[in-house]
């Protein structure tokens, strides 16, 4: 039997994108098939405007971070780095520990501890993976600082959050893809920001795209923050960051630098939305768009909501949202926003009386 391969399968980020990727010549291809993302159209929550999901949750481990772990793991592997070691909210220690077993690597993961720190589903993904998974008396930014500070004292680890540069190039393919699925870039690309290397990266991407000339155009950008994590609407970095997205529950975003440079140039904004605001998108994306998502990725439509109310973007606009996570990274979230479910016998009558009211005869 020859092996299944149909012609054309996708491939993974790294070598999709190898020529456009500064990886060092001969790092091998550490991969889980990711990239390739559904780009969906929005039905209900466009408000006028012409409105697409990325949909960044069907990667392998349910988040962005896969492309710019698995660009960062073959950089790690190439520099014969013996583990692999970051700072996380969740969803970068999930894709590290899943690369770090797919690369054969010990992963060391340092997460805020703490009731709510890091969703469920994230957690258990570091588990399952095998990796060692730390949880830090601290926040998100005082783990990474640590974690920081442990890669500076050890040549043999690959520190693999975003300022590690492989990272922001593997993010950038994000931007590739959005160009080839639309023809074009979109009029504004709308993306929720925490520790700030996802937008730089998506920035980085078009303008890499433009330049080569596989596009005219680069999108405005919309950077939403969870208003109680706030530090790019405020200017100032925030010690106590609070949101219950708790994958952007960040007050210090190592790229702030960065991000604040591409907003600026993309002649875009940053914005803050309040949680309220952030699990009404929540809501809606799942309940009128059949789309589930973590709340940190609401925040991007949230983010979208209130650049249309302030008529930055106008009617008919292209406009993409980048939903960052899974839905199931948070199941605790999902059944606390919900009505819980009934209880019937097993017959049909009981199960015909559990119908509402307008669908009973
Ligand atoms: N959305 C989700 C689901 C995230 O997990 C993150 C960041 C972001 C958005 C923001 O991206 O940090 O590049 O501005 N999560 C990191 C983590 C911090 O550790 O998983 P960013």
């Not at 996802?198 to 155009?217: D, K, L, T």
């Not at 999902?334 to 669908?359: G, Q």
């Amino acid at each position: 039997m020859p092996l299944l391969r149909p012609e054309g399968a996708w491939r993974g980020v790294v070598e999709e994108y190898r020529a456009y990727l500064s990886l060092p010549a001969g790092a091998p291809a550490i991969s889980l098939r990711e990239g390739n993302t559904p780009l969906v159209p929005a039905l209900r929550a466009g408000r006028g405007a012409d409105l697409y999901f990325k949909i960044e949750g069907q990667n392998p481990t349910g988040s962005f971070k896969d492309r710019g772990m698995a660009v960062a793991v073959s950089g790690a592997l190439a520099e014969d780095a013996r583990f692999l070691v970051c700072a996380s909210t969740g969803n970068t220690s999930a894709a590290a520990a899943a690369y770090a077993a797919r690369a054969g690597l010990p992963a060391l993961l340092a997460v805020p501890a703490g009731d709510g720190a890091v969703a469920r589903g994230k957690l258990a993904q570091a588990l399952a993976f095998g990796a060692r998974l730390v949880l830090v008396h601290g926040n998100f930014d005082q783990a990474l600082a640590a974690v920081r500070a442990l890669a500076a004292l050890r040549p043999d680890a690959a520190l693999v959050n975003s300022v590690n540069p492989l990272r922001l190039e593997g993010q950038k393919t994000g931007a590739f893809e959005l160009i080839e699925q639309l023809g074009q870039a979109p009029d504004w690309l709308c993306i929720p920001v925490g520790n700030a290397g996802n937008i730089s990266a998506y920035w980085r991407g078009f303008c890499e795209y433009r330049q080569a000339g596989r596009c005219r155009g680069v999108p405005r950008l919309i950077g939403a923050q969870a208003a109680g994590a706030a530090p790019l609407v405020s200017g100032t970095f925030v010690d106590n960051p609070q949101t219950l997205a708790s994958a952007i529950r960040i007050g210090r975003p190592a790229s702030a630098h960065l991000a604040q440079a591409a907003v600026a140039e993309a002649d875009g904004r940053f914005v803050a939305v309040e949680d309220a605001e952030i699990l009404a998108a929540y809501r809606f994306l799942a309940r009128q768009e059949g789309i589930f998502c973590e709340p940190a990725s609401a925040a991007a439509l949230a983010g979208f909501w209130a650049a249309r109310a302030a008529g930055w973007i106008g009617d008919g606009q292209r406009v993409v949202c980048v939903l960052t996570g899974n839905g199931l990274k948070d199941p605790e979230r999902a059944v606390a926003e919900s009505d819980p479910p009934m209880e019937a016998e097993a017959t049909a009558e009981a199960l015909a009386r559990t119908l509402p009211p307008e669908l009973r005869i």
